[in-house]
Nanobody, 122 residues
Framework: VQLQASGGGLVQAGGSLRLSCAAS????????VAWYRQAPGKQRELVAD???????NYANSVKGRFTISRDDAKKTVYLQMDSLKPEDTAVYSC?????????????????WGQGTQVTVSS
């Protein structure tokens, strides 16, 4: 079971990026998913999360600019980032709680995806 984050890159201030967090392998369902970010010299912070029921939560610093969404058929969660600012520069990682099959039996699992770098130039 794997979680793959992608979509980072270099963008000018005011631009947009869309990050993807896709689960693969022997995973049956994804429940809660969260995006975190960590800038150099700073602590990791929660950016946004989404429950299996679609309830969302955002950090104050990204409210109104970022949108988290999910496609359960693709086992993928997206983070649409608009109006990007230089202070959004960080490594973004996703974390998921889901159900996988282990020996044919369902098992709760939690996963971290590798980080994807987002750099916003001024």
């Amino acid at each position: 079971v794997q979680l793959q984050a992608s979509g980072g890159g270099l963008v000018q201030a005011g631009g947009s990026l869309r990050l993807s967090c896709a689960a693969s392998g022997n995973i049956v369902a994804i429940h809660e998913v969260a995006w975190y970010r960590q800038a150099p010299g700073k602590q990791r912070e929660l950016v946004a999360d989404i429950t299996s029921g679609g309830r969302v939560n955002y950090a104050n610093s990204v409210k109104g600019r970022f949108t988290i969404s999910r496609d359960d058929a693709k086992k993928t969660v997206y983070l649409q980032m608009d109006s990007l600012k230089p202070e959004d520069t960080a490594v973004y990682s996703c974390y998921a709680v889901g159900t996988s099959l282990s020996g044919g039996y369902p098992s709760s699992t939690d996963l971290w995806g590798q980080g994807t770098q987002v750099t916003v130039s001024s």
